[in-house]
C-alpha cells in the first residue's frame, strides 16, 4: 500500500509539483546539491538519511528529473532541479515568519549587489531575478560565508 496519494496525474499543477516535491528529504537533498555536495556518501551525511531512504529519493529525483546521475561524479541538478531554487527560498523565509527569533542557519543574497534577499526570486535593490547563478547562500553549518550555489555536475 502506497504511504500518501498519487498525484501525479492529477490537473492541479500544484497537486502535480507536490507528487514530486512535497516530500522533506527530496528538499533537504535539493538544498545539499545547490550547496555543491553531490556524492551519495556527501548527500546522506549532510541530510542524516539512511542509506535506504537516500537511496529512494535520488531515485525518484532523477525518475522526474530533477536530477542526473553521473557514475564517476555523482549527481547534479538538472534545469528542472534548478528552478525549484525559488521553493528553496519560499522555505527559508517561511520558517522566518513561523519564528522570528530562531536560529538561522541559511541567509540569501544577490550575488550582483550583495545584499540580502527580500524576495524568493528577485532582488528589490538590483530589480533583476534571483536565480541559481545570481544567489549566493551563507549556510551556518558550511562557516557562514556566502558562497556560490552549484548548477551542474561538478569536474
Not at 498525484?7 to 545539499?32: G, K, Q
Not at 536565480?131 to 558550511?142: C, K
Request: net charge neutral; charged share 25%.
Amino acid at each position: 500500500m502506497p504511504l500518501r496519494s498519487d498525484w501525479s496525474t492529477a490537473t492541479c499543477p500544484i497537486a502535480r509539483s507536490a507528487d514530486v516535491l512535497a516530500d522533506p528529504w527530496v528538499l533537504l537533498i535539493l538544498r545539499e546539491l545547490f550547496s555543491g555536495r553531490s556524492r551519495f556518501d556527501e548527500l546522506r551525511d549532510a541530510t542524516g538519511a539512511a542509506d535506504s531512504v537516500l537511496s529512494r529519493r535520488l531515485s525518484a529525483m532523477t525518475g522526474a528529473g530533477l536530477v542526473a546521475r553521473d557514475a564517476d561524479r555523482g549527481y547534479a541538478l538538472t534545469d528542472a532541479g534548478r528552478e525549484t531554487l525559488p521553493i528553496l527560498h519560499a522555505f527559508a523565509r517561511f520558517s522566518r515568519v513561523t519564528d522570528p527569533d530562531g536560529p538561522w542557519g541559511l541567509q540569501t543574497s544577490c550575488a550582483r549587489c550583495g545584499r540580502a534577499a527580500a524576495s524568493v526570486d528577485w532582488c528589490t535593490h538590483c530589480e533583476a531575478p534571483l536565480d541559481a547563478d545570481s544567489t549566493r547562500w551563507a549556510r551556518r553549518s558550511m562557516g557562514g560565508e556566502p558562497f556560490a550555489l552549484v548548477t551542474g555536475v561538478p569536474a
